[in-house]
């Protein structure tokens, strides 16, 4: 039931489609009758104006003749009549061409009748006459340009396979002309013509000789009862001259096999409207269709029946391209012996941002290689200027076959990215083969080319990108003598464009993707990419590049392809391939770099860094100053084993210093970048190839940071609400060193003597610290030498002692309140070149000093001399255990390590003082606390030495 029920519905809505499409058929043949009847109403108001115009003309011509020139008889006047009648029939070329045509008359309704003409293109019935069709197409109310072009568009429209035929035709009707064409008994142009003459139309059919399916450029026209390229068309009278029609090659399309040689009888037609057809111009039909007559050539010069054997064969799309042929006029080229040949077709600007071209290579018997060599590896197709290029080197003596397609959305409605058809045919013939086709330093192309492109130079999809410029122009790249070149292609500035390419040999398509990068620069609305190449040696390659859109389609897209030509290196000179990138890319990634608001600040030594090729000074030192509106994760990566990276963060800067030994030759960095909060797979945001001079280098490497980077670790601090507020007693290792400034403050530290560094932060609500201080450069015990000073609930002060000269690190760590996790909050790179004032390393802390309130005023070093007095000053609290401020420890006392409590001198809050003298046996001096009212047992806070 359900099944019969689907049924039912769908043959209603069958029904109700079919009862829509009736009734806008109905409409808009009663909306092009209505504008016949206004324009016709407006034809005989003019003609009425007209009239009364020439009645008083007449009258004055009247007065003029009767009085000084006689009035003509009756037989001169009629003479008269019949010889410009006489002029009206006879053959003759056209004043104006199809373009003047169009662009004078009134074509305002050729789509309502070309709509109309498609509606009432099938005959059903064996009755309808000639007559009756007249006016089903309202002929009678219809210009003579009007009254060709919908009888050219009702027959073009006529597909023969679908018609239903009557079992009983009559002959002279529009079925019985059809069915005729059907069986072949009669043709194309003697239906138009019978059309004609049911319109009122003055029309002839012409025969004649055709280059149809089959033809190729040294075939001989034969008699005309034998010759198989034999045909008919139409000329038909509008507005006083003679135009040429084919309905037949307007109506159908033929569709050939690779062999250009076979004939009509092993083809497959499709029924496909072709617009050149009508109304086309002598010098292009000419080409195409030689007539018996030579007067219905319809040109001013005729040309002979030899003449038009050499033309070579064009097909429309030819002509709707205004394409021309600069290079040769024949369709029959004899190629000298080299087997070379340089073919040329010249394609204006305009229509080549609409259109492709392509070429098919063949012998005259079929075959599509020769000797073992592939004929599609034998030639090359280039733009050059407003030229289309093609290169030829046939293999081996004999006849060829070269025809070109084309392809343009503009003429082409089928909707397929490929839809080529067929433009011009040629015959190559080569009588021998006797030079060397290899590339040498006075010919710069040689086959074999690749397989895998044939056109060389910028697609149709180029111009999808807003492309200014692409260098260069002519789509071959030729290599200096170590292989070097490079192509530059500019555009629109886009955000969201990125460009990829693929380098390959030309023969076997081995990618080479270490032989090709790329690195892009923007100057106000303009981008400019840059691909770079290095061939490995003399020979043919090619650069494909393709282009994606990442917020439109993620999808690559070829938009261009170069063959790149190597010729001139020497005994392996041909420079080295580049170190290995990410994609080929070199410079800043821009949508990264401007996804987290970062870009190159400056470099030392200076130079471009937007070329993505940096040069070392001469003690194989560069550093990169990248500025960023807010705080950015980074990573740093260098693939020289002997090379190393310092990498200093700020929130709003980052600085990159590379060292690197002459060994190092030429190595990529390569910089990764995100936004806060994401840690792993860090998209690229900028690679550079490094080059370092052939000097020596004594620098030690930079040392490696515990994290990405030397500075904050912005993620923890930020939730913290922790920042920096100063660094004292040392300045910036970037400025200091490369004269680069590096706005607020530089983690990267140097330190020549005296003080100890103060590094204070600030925080918005109460946290744990401890510091951490190591020897980088070195194997020595240094943790004494850090030491947080103050803590409170706002603020802290870190301290960093120097031993002796050497780099050195401080990592600072916090945790909340009552917890024992901590977390790295910030790292401290420091060159110290001298040592401290002082050289005794900080009290030895444990720890209920890094969770306490706390600071220690004196004595600030780990030993107390023995027999001298100390003035032991500190203030000490804990957080209490509610989270309500801060309250004093139980007891807080000053002991040595014989348990003797040394008395208080004085307390004010959290605030103690002692004073000490040690005495002989004493060794150790202890700051402790009770932890609990009424406890016995003491947790240690700060131990000190006696010395």
């Excluded at 303009?526 to 389609?553: C, K, Q, W, Y």
């Excluded at 993505?612 to 560069?622: F, Q, S």
């Excluded at 030397?710 to 040392?730: A, D, Q, S, Y």
């Amino acid at each position: 039931m359900n099944s019969i029920k689907k049924i039912g519905e769908a043959q209603e809505q069958e029904k109700k489609m079919t009862e829509r499409l009736l009734a806008e058929k109905k409409m808009h043949e009663q909306t092009l009758e209505q504008r016949l009847r206004e324009r016709r109403k407006r034809k005989e108001e003019n003609a009425k104006r007209m009239k009364m115009d020439n009645k008083d003309n007449l009258a004055s011509a009247t007065t003029m003749i009767n009085y000084g020139m006689g009035v003509e008889n009756s037989q001169s006047t009629e003479k008269l009549t019949l010889t410009q009648e006489h002029l009206r029939i006879v053959p003759q070329a056209p004043i104006t061409n199809k373009e003047v045509i169009y662009a004078k008359e009134d074509i305002s309704l050729f789509h309502a009748l070309e709509k109309h003409a498609v509606n009432l293109h099938g005959v059903t019935s064996a009755d309808v006459t000639f007559e009756q069709l007249m006016e089903r197409l309202l002929i009678h109310s219809l210009s003579d340009l009007e009254k060709a072009r919908i009888l050219f568009h009702w027959i073009t429209f006529q597909n023969l396979n679908t018609v239903v035929w009557s079992s009983s035709i009559k002959e002279d009707t529009p079925l019985g002309y059809l069915y005729d064409i059907k069986v072949e008994q009669k043709g194309y142009a003697t239906l138009y013509m019978r059309l004609c003459v049911a319109a009122g139309l003055h029309a002839k059919e012409i025969s004649g000789y055709l280059k149809g399916v089959g033809y190729v450029p040294d075939y001989v026209f034969q008699e005309q009862g034998s010759d198989p390229f034999r045909g008919s068309w139409n000329a038909v009278l509008v507005d006083g001259e003679w135009r040429l029609i084919d309905t037949h090659w307007g109506s159908r399309h033929v569709v050939e096999s690779d062999d250009a040689t076979k004939l009509t009888n092993e083809i497959e037609t499709v029924y496909k409207y072709e617009e050149h057809y009508f109304l086309t111009d002598p010098d292009q039909l000419i080409n195409t269709h030689y007539p018996d007559e030579e007067a219905w050539q319809l040109l001013d010069k005729p040309i002979t029946i030899e003449q038009f054997q050499q033309l070579p064969k064009q097909w429309p799309l030819f002509y709707k391209l205004d394409l021309r042929q600069d290079s040769h006029q024949h369709g029959v080229i004899q190629v000298d012996d080299r087997g070379h040949l340089q073919l040329q077709l010249f394609s204006p600007q305009h229509i080549r941002q609409d259109a492709r071209f392509r070429a098919e290579l063949f012998t005259k018997d079929k075959r599509k290689s020769v000797d073992g060599k592939i004929l599609e590896s034998q030639f090359f197709h280039h733009t050059e200027g407003e030229c289309e290029i093609f290169h030829i080197f046939l293999p081996a003596a004999g006849s060829y076959l070269l025809k070109i397609f084309g392809m343009s959305k503009k003429f082409d409605d089928s909707n397929e990215d490929d839809a080529f058809t067929n433009l011009c045919l040629f015959q190559l013939n080569c009588p021998r083969v006797t030079s060397n086709q290899s590339a040498s330093s006075s010919q710069l192309l040689a086959p074999p080319f690749s397989r895998t492109t044939q056109y060389y130079g910028i697609s149709l999809s180029a111009y999808d990108i807003n492309l200014a410029q692409f260098t260069p122009s002519s789509g071959i790249v030729e290599c200096d003598a170590e292989g070097k070149a490079s192509v530059t292609v500019s555009v629109r500035h886009d955000d969201f464009i990125e460009f990829s390419q693929v380098f390959q040999r030309a023969v076997g398509d081995y990618r080479l993707d270490e032989r090709c990068v790329q690195w892009s620069d923007t100057k106000e609305d303009m981008l400019t990419v840059t691909f770079s190449i290095r061939a490995p040696s003399n020979g043919n390659f090619v650069l494909t590049l393709f282009e994606s859109h990442v917020r439109d389609s993620p999808s690559l897209k070829s938009f261009a392809a170069f063959l790149v030509v190597s010729r001139f290196i020497v005994d392996g000179a041909a420079a080295p391939a580049f170190p290995p990138t990410v994609n080929g890319k070199l410079g800043p990634v821009r949508r990264v770099m401007d996804g987290v608001a970062m870009r190159v600040g400056r470099v030392h030594p200076e130079q471009d860094a937007s070329t993505g090729m940096c040069v070392t000074d001469d003690k194989g030192e560069i550093v990169f100053l990248f500025k960023h509106n807010h705080s950015v994760t980074l990573m740093a990566d260098c693939d020289a084993r002997d090379a190393s990276v310092l990498v200093s963060s700020t929130p709003e800067h980052t600085v990159i210093a590379v060292r690197a030994k002459h060994e190092s030759g030429q190595f990529a960095l390569k910089l990764y970048a995100a936004s806060p909060g994401k840690s792993k797979n860090l998209p690229l945001a900028f690679c550079t190839l490094i080059e370092v001079p052939s000097l020596p280098s004594i620098l030690p490497p930079y040392p490696k940071s515990p994290t990405n980077a030397w500075g904050p670790m912005l993620n923890n601090m930020r939730t913290r609400g922790i920042t920096v507020h100063k660094i004292e007693h040392c300045s910036s290792f970037t400025r200091t060193r490369f004269n680069v400034d590096l706005p607020g403050f530089d983690p990267c530290v140097v330190y020549k003597g005296g003080k100890d560094i103060n590094i204070d932060f600030k925080y918005t609500k109460p946290v744990h610290i401890k510091a951490v201080m190591q020897r980088v450069d070195a194997e020595s015990k240094v943790d004494d030498f850090g030491f947080v000073s103050a803590a409170d609930e706002t603020s802290c002060t870190v301290l960093m002692r120097f031993p002796s000269p050497g780099i050195y690190s401080m990592s600072v760590y916090v945790a909340e309140i009552g917890q024992t996790n901590y977390s790295l909050i910030y790292n401290l790179l420091c060159f110290a070149h001298a040592p401290s004032r002082c050289l005794e390393p900080y009290p030895m802390v444990y720890g209920p000093w890094n969770s306490s309130v706390r600071q220690l005023r004196r004595v600030l070093k780990h030993s107390l001399e023995r027999n001298q007095l100390h003035k032991i000053k500190l203030s000490l609290a804990r957080y209490a255990k509610d989270g309500a401020g801060v309250e004093c420890f139980p007891h807080v006392l000053l002991m040595n390590d014989k348990n003797q409590v040394v008395p208080l001198i004085n307390q004010k809050g959290f605030k103690y003082e002692w004073a000490y003298l040690p005495g002989p046996g004493e060794h150790e001096m202890m700051v402790a606390v009770k932890q609990e009212v009424g406890s016995s047992s003491l947790a240690l806070v700060l131990k000190y030495v006696v010395v």
